[in-house]
């Protein structure tokens, strides 16, 4: 054998070898499942270990956390007879469900929840809070994280009259009266829906007061005007009819004087008359005949209205006389009916008393219906009052109670929970030492193997 063969047997011999190396390094990467097992086993002590420093850490946590507590009202509508305080009058008039509702939008609102907790007692119920934090900030934080509404779900084919309840649930930590608060916030905002519902009462009853007043000032403005219109319309119309009647009283007693002129001249003749026949005193023709028979024409002469017979019978002395008292009649002394009437009338529209009347009332609105009614319905309005504190807004079905035991942390199950993890990791750390203990060891056989080439 050469030196040429002996060389291809060297290299024959190391393929094989190293064919045999990468078999074996395969079935060496290959998990074997019971030598697993057997690495956990033989680590046991130290998975039990790790369980046991987790479950004493989780002890010392479960025994030093804060302990958070719980407590819950639900509220629901009341009998309608319970607000009669509240709509015993015709300007508020609240329903149950409307009560119900306003109590609920407020007791979910985290203003409102910052509103409440802007008192400094509620401020002091709250010691645990962080420094750098504005009271506006934890106010909302703590009503977003602490603070849980309760409502029914909604159940199909409910009848529309139904009121269901509903509240809220608060999660509080140790050292805090969260039962305390939860039912202050409560009975504060029924205060606030209270005292919303007596201003909306007095805005009500004032705006309409004021409202009234207004329109009463605007009855008396309106009725000065037309009352002063009325005045000058009458005093137009009397001024008018004045006038007119001074304008008659002047045509009659002219008239009257132009007729006693005419009558003065039937006198005249007459009494010329009554001179040629020498009659002086009242006669009839009768008596005339048997004294004096009288030829040629019958004088025309005027009749007497009492016995339809010639005026000179009468005689010039009688006729002489009325003549004197007839020529001593002017305008002024004229006596005639119709110029004491016209007088009368015209004297009458001196003194208007439907005039003195309007001008001498001293309450004109008691002559005014409108205003009248007005002031009956504002004296209504003053009487009106609501008796809001003790009216019942809510029915309180479940009372906001104090904790019995805290529902944070669970102690039991954090320890539980920490026991599972603390096994895990021992189980996790044994299997890890292990592979790192075998991969030194095939290392070794791998630097021996290299050298013995």
């Not at 306003?102 to 409440?116: D, R, T, V």
């Not at 020498?278 to 025309?300: A, C, H, L």
């Amino acid at each position: 054998m050469n030196d040429q063969d002996l060389s291809k047997q060297g290299a024959n011999s190391s393929q094989m070898i190293q064919v045999s190396q990468a078999w074996q390094q395969d079935n060496k990467d290959e998990i074997d499942l019971l030598d697993l097992l057997a690495t956990i086993w033989r680590g046991r002590v130290k998975i039990v270990s790790f369980a046991l420093v987790f479950a004493a850490l989780a002890a010392v946590y479960a025994l030093t956390a804060t302990k958070w507590y719980e407590s819950e009202f639900k509220i629901n509508a009341v009998e309608s007879y319970e607000l009669t305080g509240v709509n015993n009058s015709e300007l508020v008039n609240i329903s149950t469900q409307e009560a119900l509702n306003q109590l609920k939008a407020k007791l979910f609102s985290p203003e409102h929840f910052f509103n409440y907790y802007q008192n400094k007692e509620v401020q002091a119920a709250f010691s645990n809070k962080p420094e750098g934090v504005s009271a506006q900030q934890y106010a909302y934080q703590f009503f977003a994280n602490n603070i849980k509404t309760l409502e029914p779900k909604a159940i199909k084919n409910a009848a529309a009259t139904e009121s269901p309840s509903v509240g809220l649930r608060l999660t509080f930590p140790e050292g805090v009266k969260g039962d305390e608060l939860l039912l202050g916030y409560l009975y504060w905002t029924s205060q606030q829906i209270k005292s919303e519902i007596i201003e909306l009462f007095d805005f009500k009853k004032n705006n309409e007061l004021v409202l009234n007043t207004k329109k009463m000032d605007k009855i008396l403005s309106e009725y000065k005007v037309a009352t002063d219109n009325k005045i000058q319309q009458l005093e137009e119309t009397d001024r008018f009819k004045l006038k007119k009647l001074n304008d008659q009283l002047s045509a009659l007693k002219t008239k009257l004087i132009k007729e006693n002129k005419k009558y003065i001249q039937i006198l005249d003749e007459n009494i010329s008359i009554a001179n040629a026949l020498k009659i002086q005193n009242p006669t009839t023709p009768s008596d005339f005949r048997k004294n004096q028979k009288v030829e040629g024409e019958v004088f025309r002469a005027e009749f007497s209205s009492m016995d339809k017979q010639p005026l000179y019978y009468r005689g010039y002395e009688s006729l002489m006389a009325e003549k004197a008292e007839l020529i001593k009649r002017t305008k002024n002394n004229y006596p005639s009916n119709e110029i004491v009437e016209l007088e009368r009338q015209i004297e009458m529209l001196k003194e208007n008393r439907e005039i003195e009347k309007l001008l001498n009332r001293k309450n004109p609105a008691a002559f005014l219906d409108d205003y009248e009614a007005l002031q009956k319905r504002n004296a209504y309005l003053n009487t009106l009052i609501i008796d809001v504190k003790s009216a019942n807004l809510y029915h309180l079905d479940v009372f906001p109670l104090p904790p019995v035991a805290p529902i944070k942390p669970k102690k039991l199950l954090i320890v539980a929970l920490s026991i599972i993890l603390g096994g895990f990791v021992g189980v996790m750390y044994v299997l890890l030492s292990g592979s790192v203990k075998v991969r030194r060891k095939e290392r070794k056989e791998q630097m021996s193997l290299n050298l013995g080439e």
